[in-house]
Structures are given as structure tokens and as C-alpha cells.
């Protein structure tokens, strides 16, 4: 299957769209590797999302939105005006019902770092010829990544929506409990636990990259929070998911105070997937950060 995949990775990058018509397909970005990448629409700039830990693509394709909230989905209400674009990182899920690792992308060894996910998407964006500067969105630990994907391409990026994202304070914030948290964020499922194709990222090591990078650059920012709290996995005590609850929001200040005047969302009724359940406020809080970027960047 992998060698089926790759065969067809050259055609596909010789068939990406530089500025618009759909496009779905494996990519090339060197080494032999291929990742997936779907892109919808056309105009700019260009719209890049970042699914969170252990996810594909799918969370911006899928939306189940119910009264107040409308869908439809982040990728496709985005693409009414934008080239908005989406891919699979190595060993995330698909979400089948039951869910499973994707076969769409290139598996590689794990764990990985921030630093990598970053290499991967640069080499992506510039494989696909896929006009910057970008407008990266991440969730949970996405917004890790397009946070050192800016610190380190700050001239590629022209403003960045923090979507219930991961912020790298949390591990100084609980201090002695952050192993027992980071054992739950690498296995939240058993029946992947002792694969060795399923996404891991080394977080630690990750934050410790983005301190160590240049200073975030000075483009509009946009943050959305949640009010529901996390869907906790079984081995964690209830008291201690709310510690982690307390340490996400007090460390979501920061994220918001990265920037001047950055436009806090909050995603009242919604968990932690806000791009599933209140699509339109994703969309919306993206718009907003393209209405305030700098068009000349």
C-alpha cells in the first residue's frame, strides 16, 4: 500500500493547484516521504489548519453544529473566500467508526518534536505551491506548532488563530502532576498504545524548542477558549482533570497576552474540538484575524 501510495505522490504534486480548484492527494516532500493534504477554494491569503495531538484532518472537514451554532464545517465555510488547505501528520487518526491511524501520509519513527512537525510543513507548503503568506490555525497542540512554525518562518506568516490551543506554560504550571497528564495526552487510546506508527510528540522537549526560538513576530492573533471541560481519560482522577482544567485557562492568558488588543473567542457550551461543535466561531474568529493583517505582508 505504501509503495502504491508513493507511486502516485509525484503525479500529485505535479497536479496541486497553485491558487484554486479542490485538491486531495499525497504530496511529496522529499526523502521518499509523502503527506495528504486536501485543499478547497481559492483567494488569499492562504488558510492553513493544524489539527491538534493525535488528530488528522478530519476535524475540519466534519462538523456537528446544532442550533444556535450553524455549520458547515471550518474547512468548507473557509473556502467560500479562501484557499484553505488541511493535511495529515504521520500517525494521527482517522475517524471511522472505529477510529484508526491514517495510511494517507508517510509513516515515520516516534516520537517526534515540534521542530519536525514545523520541517514537515515547510517542506509542504513549498512542495504543493501554496501562495504565503499563510494564515495558520491550530488546535490543542497544533497552536504549539504554528507557534514555532512563526517564531521560525516569521516572514511566511501573516496571522495566527489559537483554537483551544495548547499553551507552554502548562507543564511549569503543574509542576510534579505534569507526567501523570503527559502519560494521558501520549495514550488516550489503548487500542494504539503499543503501535509504533501512532503519533507521539515529545511535549517537553517541544516547549523547550519554542523558548529557544526567535521571538514571536508581530502579527494579529486571535485566541478561542472553551467553557466545557476536557473528556478526561479514566487514569486520570477526577480532582487531578481539574487541575489541568485550571492550569489550561490561567496558561490561555498568555496566549492572549502574546499580542496587543488579541481578540479573545469564547466558544460558550462547547468542549475542546470548538471547530466540531461551533464551526461558524472558528470561521468567524479566522476572518477576523485576516481583517486585521497586514495585506502587504
Known sequence: MLIALAGCGDAAQRGAPRSGGDFSGPVEIGNGRHLYLTCRGKGGPTIILESGYHNSSDPWSNS?????????????????????CAYDRPGTLRYPDPPSITDRSSPVPMPRTARDVVQDLHALLAAAH??????????????????????????????????????????????PDWPTYRQALDQPLAQFANSPTFEEIDIDKSVEQVGAAPAFPPVPTVVLTRTEPFAIPGTVAPEEGAKLEQAWRD????????????????????????????????????RLAVQRSDPNR
Do not use: C, K, M, N
Not at 134 to 141: A, D, E, M, P, T
Open 251 to 286: 496558561a490561555s492568558a498568555d496566549l492572549i497576552a502574546l499580542r496587543p488588543q488579541t481578540p479573545h473567542l469564547i466558544a460558550t457550551g462547547s468542549d475542546h474540538f470548538i471547530q466540531v461543535h461551533q464551526p461558524d466561531v472558528v470561521a468567524a474568529g479566522v
Open 130 to 175: 501554496l501562495p504565503g503568506p499563510y494564515v495558520l490555525v491550530g488546535h490543542s497542540l497544533g497552536g504549539l506548532f504554528i507557534r514555532l512554525y512563526a517564531q521560525t518562518y516569521p516572514a511566511q506568516v501573516r496571522a495566527l488563530v489559537f483554537v483551544d490551543a495548547f499553551p507552554v506554560e502548562i507543564p511549569s504550571l503543574l509542576g
Open 64 to 84: 456537528d453544529a446544532t442550533a444556535p451554532a450553524i455549520g458547515p464545517a471550518v474547512l468548507t465555510a473557509l473556502a467560500a473566500d479562501h484557499r484553505v
